[in-house]
Structures are given as C-alpha cells and as structure tokens.
C-alpha cells in the first residue's frame, strides 16, 4: 500500500454539528476523521493498527492483490478486509484496492459501535455512518466545481449503517480513468461503494457520459443511489435526496 501525495482534507472543516465528539486517527496512509459520543481515538486507532496488519501481511503473501486493477481472487487466508474488499470490487469488475478507503472506514465504524450508538468516520471522501438523527453529507467536487459545498446528500437514520463514498478523475490521488469531478454512491456496504464509485466513475469522459454512468449503477446489486458531477453537469438515481447549503 503506497503512500500517497497529502491532499489537504478542507471539506472536514464543514462539519458543524455539534453533538458529537471528534477526533482524528492517523496510521500511515490511513488518515481517519472519526465522530462518535464519545472520545474513542485510543480505540480507533488500535482498531486501524489491527486491520491494517491484516491487510499488509496478506498482500505481502499475495502481492498481486494491491497491483490487480480487475478482480483479484482471494483464497482461506484472508482476512475479512481483504476479502470484502475483494468481493465489492468483483461486482463491478475492478481491482480490490478501490475499495480500500470505504473498507477501513467500515471496518473501523462497525468496530466502534460497539461503544458509541452513533459513529461517523470519514476516510478521504469515503464514509461509513450510523445515526441517530437526520445528517448532511456535503459533496466536494473540487475547489473550481460551482457545486462544490452548494450541495448536500440528507441521509435519514432510518438509512444507517450505510456507506457513502465519493471518487474523481479530476481531483485528489486515487486512480480514475474517467473525468467526472464527483461521483457519490450509497450503499450499506462501504466497501462496495467505494468500489463502484471507482467504476462509475471510469465511464464518464464527457457530459454526455452521465446517462450511461446512471445507468451503469442502477444494474449494481447493492447500491441505493448515486450522483455523477461533470463541469456544471449533475445527474442522480436512487435515494440522493439533495439539499441545498451554504459553504
């Protein structure tokens, strides 16, 4: 797993609520923006060094796992990151490594709700929630994007646990062979949103791609929604109830 050039993370600073705690979790290239109840970091960050130990000694066993920009089998020894990145990453036809950040935003989330009834953990763009209460996920779509922070996703408690995660070919380090300036996908699986954020993604070259890219996620088992921003251009399917807000 390469370290990847910092991507200053502005977006976090438009989180106004107030009623939970934050804090921030950093191992390596795992940069982790948690809220929960209470100040859980000794936790978190024991759970990141876990998961991570798993991960890193299965790809040093099997190297073509974190290279494989297809499917990549995975066989008994791996352990439950690896393989559910795997079989996200399966239904859309790309390699596990995309749904690497939804997957340690999952993992990490389900982990601590073993202590804290609501948890938020935001993994460069890529997030797991479960709430209690109505929550606005904002949409970054790059500093030059007019939609960028105009925009946000309500999710409803009803919704949660659920996995909302955002890919680009125009903004941060992750590997796109698309130009969509966004592309949010919910599921209740991170990890498969992660993925198909990455696969949706790699459709849309033009405007004229959005349709197609809409189409695409609507045949995906699994998902409930997503959003596709190119230029000035946003299409949506699914549950992506928009709401509008001042950055």
Known sequence: MKTPDYQPRYYRDWSKDRDLVSFQVVVKETDLYIRARRFLKDKALEIVQRQRALLENYIARHPGFVAALEPFPVGDDAPAIARAMADAAAKVNVGP?????????????RDLLKYSAEVIVENGGDIFLKSTKSRLV???AGEDS?????IAIKIEPSDTPLGVCTSSGTVGHSLSFGKSDAVVILSPSAALA???ATAVGNIVKTEADVQSALDYARGVDGLLGAAVIINDKMGVWGKINLIRRDR
Do not use: H, I, N, Q
């Open 97 to 109: 490594m995309a749904a690497v950040a939804g997957a340690f935003a999952e993992f990490v989330g």
């Open 138 to 140: 904002g949409v970054y």
């Open 146 to 150: 007019p939609l960028t922070g105009r």
């Open 194 to 196: 992660d993925a198909a």
